[in-house]
């Protein structure tokens, strides 16, 4: 089975850094990765499909890139409303990373 | 607007069985498929089961593969999710979501609030 191991598990960020998080992949899975947003208590929401396409509606703040088996989710100013918990998720097995905490510093 | 809805979560033992819906509305149903993920107290997504607009095609995780059985009724906008032989790890809160497309979808881009399971005795 296709692993997928988030990094940091944790990470604490000011309002205006440039936050970065990591997905990597066991073995390549092309372009076939999506992230999703959760804050606590509410449902995930999709924030970037097939690696690096922003689903409707996602600010344009956040972006996503990387291809095989290394991919990076990234918020290019960090705004009160992105402190949350993000997952990658793979498409073959529809396997999640096991989440991110961005949390404020 | 998409609107998910889930019901039919609760208590129930261990080797007992619950049948989750979810009621969806904004869409047209029948064109998309449809997916369960859950996630256990405190844990990570964990993805469950997802089935074709049509309904002809089902997968699910190896963890709930022949306990658990998903269905659609495309006449009443309703996804279903019945659990059979449950497991104290089955303990979480089970979400409906939409995939983008209308066969297997592999993401999910609208999601309903959830639905609790507890299995314990």
């Known amino acids: 089975d296709i692993q997928m191991t988030q990094s940091p598990s944790t990470l604490s960020a000011s309002v205006g850094d440039r936050v970065t998080i990591t997905c990597r992949a066991s073995?390549?899975?092309?372009?076939?990765l999506a992230w999703y947003q959760q804050k606590p208590g509410k449902a995930p929401k999709l924030l970037i499909y097939k690696a690096s396409s922003l689903q409707s509606g996602v600010p344009s703040r956040f972006s996503g890139s990387g291809s095989g088996t290394e991919f990076t989710l990234t918020i290019s100013s960090l705004q009160p409303d992105d402190f949350a918990t993000y997952y990658c998720q793979q498409y073959n097995t529809r396997t999640f990373g096991q989440g991110t905490k961005v949390e404020i510093k | 607007e998409v609107q998910l809805v889930e019901s039919g979560g609760g208590l129930v033992q261990p080797g007992g069985s619950l049948r989750l819906s979810c009621a969806a509305s904004g869409f047209t149903f029948s064109s998309y498929g449809m997916s369960w993920v859950r996630q256990a107290p405190g844990k990570g997504l964990e993805w469950v089961s997802t089935?074709?607009?049509?309904?002809?095609?089902?997968n699910y995780a190896d963890s709930v593969k022949g306990r658990f059985t998903i269905s659609r009724d495309n006449s009443k906008n309703t996804l279903y999710l019945q659990m059979n032989s449950l497991k104290a790890e089955d303990t979480a809160v089970y979400f409906c979501a939409k995939g983008p497309c209308g066969g297997d979808c592999y993401t999910f881009d609208y999601w309903g609030q959830g639905t609790l399971v507890t299995v314990s005795s």
């Open positions: 089935i074709s607009g049509s309904g002809g095609t089902t």
């Open positions: 073995q390549s899975i092309n372009s076939w």
